[in-house]
């Protein structure tokens, strides 16, 4: 059985940083993208930035130039280094993995806090 194991999450003010990592446990098909994704209450689940096998990032505008993705391929885990941290970026943020053979797995969800 697949699982996502999300830590780094927490309370933090504004400015600060955080640094998040997602372990991928398990017997799983080789890893094609790996992603973190964010829910704030009442809004939808948004992309926060998305890195695929050969390394290639992309970003939400919101946090380009302050968040950092990056994968250990080795260890199948993926990093989110969340630097000048805004009060917006309170959020529960869900790792996410998909496999060349088109599964899709999600993590628990860690809660990012960020005060003012």
């Known amino acids: 059985q697949v699982q996502l194991v999300e830590s780094g999450g927490g309370l933090v003010q504004a400015g600060g940083s955080l640094r998040l990592s997602c372990a991928v446990s398990?017997?799983?098909?080789?890893?094609?993208?790996m992603g973190w994704y964010r829910q704030a209450p009442g809004n939808q689940r948004e992309k926060v930035a998305v890195?695929?096998?050969?390394?290639?990032?992309n970003y939400a505008d919101s946090v380009k130039g302050r968040f950092t993705i990056s994968r250990d391929n080795a260890k199948n885990t993926v990093y989110l280094q969340m630097n000048s941290l805004k009060p917006e970026d309170t959020a529960v943020y869900y790792c996410?993995?998909?496999?060349?053979?088109?599964?899709?797995?999600w993590g628990q969800g860690t809660q990012v806090s960020v005060s003012s």
């Open positions: 890195i695929d096998y050969g390394g290639n990032t």
């Open positions: 996410n993995v998909g496999t060349w053979d088109t599964n899709d797995y």
């Open positions: 398990g017997t799983i098909f080789t890893i094609k993208y």
